[in-house]
């Protein structure tokens, strides 16, 4: 690990490192498009323009879980990102291990944050690092490496559980007997693979109530559709 940094970050400095991170990107690519280029092809410079579009939309989805991460209710959310549903972002993100998604580990990526941004920052040599939490309350390492331990047999429970939905809606989607019913091998596993997922979610919702609103979220979605293909089979 780097000077003063433990290995194991809490969530809330992965968000920041990956905020961090997917800005340097976008300003690396808008700084691309300032120089005048002589005779760029047709369509060159709208193709850069929407890529960096793109990449912006990221950069939002990541402020989102930062400030999820921080605290942030989905309300607020809403207030500030628009009415656009965010639950499936940071679902995405919770699922990813709350970790940066840069490849690194949040201690080297810091670090080379620290690099491209001190050279803007002047009489700050570390602007990221510095920031962190786990820098400015190193006392917490262990009980994020606690924490992370504590719930990561909840979170490969639902990846179990996303897994067979999977597969069973593979099943179904090959199904091709109009006449089955509610006792269909195929639907009693889509109908179990969906109470599966929702039992995880909400035992997730009890485990990191920070979460709470977008595991309830998902806990009711696949509540109902079990109860809808229970009640009315698959082709209803």
């Known amino acids: 690990m780097t000077d003063t940094i433990p290995d194991v970050l ?6 920041r ?7 340097r990107t976008v300003a ?15 369509g060159d410079l709208i ?3 929407v890529q960096l579009r793109a990449l912006a939309e990221e ?18 959310i809403r207030e500030f990102a628009g009415t656009q549903n965010w639950r499936g972002i940071v679902l995405a993100w919770v699922q990813d291990g709350r970790r940066n998604r840069s490849g690194t580990s949040g201690p080297v990526l810091a670090e080379s944050l620290d690099e491209w941004t001190a050279r ?24 994020e490496a606690h ?12 990846a179990e559980a996303i897994r067979e939905r999977g597969e069973a809606w593979e099943d179904l989607n090959a199904l091709t007997d109009e006449d089955a019913g509610v006792d269909h091998p195929v639907n009693v596993r889509v109908v179990n693979a969906c109470r599966a997922m929702a039992s995880a979610y909400r035992e997730l919702a009890l485990a990191e109530p920070g979460f709470a609103p977008e595991y309830q979220g998902e806990a009711t979605m696949f509540t109902e559709a079990a109860d809808r293909f229970a009640e009315h089979g698959p082709f209803a």
């Open 147 to 158: 924490h992370r331990d504590r719930v990561a047999g909840l979170h490969a429970a639902l």
């Open 47 to 49: 193709t850069q323009a």
């Open 120 to 143: 803007d920052t002047p009489g700050a040599s570390r602007p990221v690092t510095d920031g962190l939490d786990a820098v400015r309350f190193p006392g917490t390492a262990q009980y």
């Open 59 to 76: 950069l939002l989805g990541a402020a989102v879980v930062a400030e999820r991460e921080q605290g942030l209710s989905t309300d607020q």
């Open 28 to 42: 690396e690519r808008a700084a691309a498009l300032v120089p005048i280029a002589v005779d760029p092809e047709p």
């Open 17 to 23: 490192l990956e905020l961090s991170s997917r800005a």
């Open 10 to 15: 809490s969530p809330r400095d992965e968000s």
